[in-house]
């Protein structure tokens, strides 16, 4: 399989992400999943040319908010609200190290938590608390291994 252009990656990495974040997986693994749509979407944020992130978020949040019979809305705002954050402190992150990065990431992601666990009470769907934050552990883990991936897959010049 060929993957021409950045538009090509974009999609590639978007599909990736959706099938590594509906993976069915045991109880006890799928509470630590990380958010792979959410890094996915935030690289093309912070780094992508121009493609359309936010209408990709837009588009992720509907099939995020059908496979996981949340409440119309929940994943489109979040993600699309996160996506937008990102867009605009691109020049300002840009400038830092990867590890920098990640820590700076942190924050975003959290919010990005508890704007779900948030809407998943205003719908009395069950939700735990540590269930809507430990993903956001692992994320922060697996932020360089996606960053550097999609920089290799890019052709950019890797550094840490």
Not at 35 to 46: D, E, H, K, N, R
Request: some cysteine; charged content about 10%.
């Amino acid at each position: 399989m060929m993957i021409r252009g950045p538009g090509g990656l974009f999609m590639f990495s978007m599909l990736m992400a959706l099938c590594l974040q509906f993976l069915p997986l045991p109880p006890a693994l799928s509470a630590a999943r990380p958010l792979w749509l959410v890094m996915v979407l935030g690289y093309w944020a912070l780094y992508g040319p121009n493609v359309s992130v936010i209408g990709a978020a837009l588009l992720a949040g509907i099939a995020c908010d059908t496979l996981y019979d949340a409440p119309l809305g929940q994943h489109v705002i979040g993600l699309t609200l996160l996506v937008y954050t990102l867009i605009r402190l691109r020049a300002e992150l840009g400038l830092y190290p990867l590890w920098q990065v990640t820590l700076l990431l942190v924050p975003a992601w959290a919010l990005y938590a508890v704007m779900m666990f948030v809407f998943d009470g205003m719908a009395k769907h069950p939700s735990q608390l540590l269930g809507r934050f430990l993903p956001v552990v692992t994320s922060m883990l697996c932020w360089p291994l996606v960053n550097l991936t999609l920089d290799a897959l890019r052709g950019k010049r890797v550094s840490m």
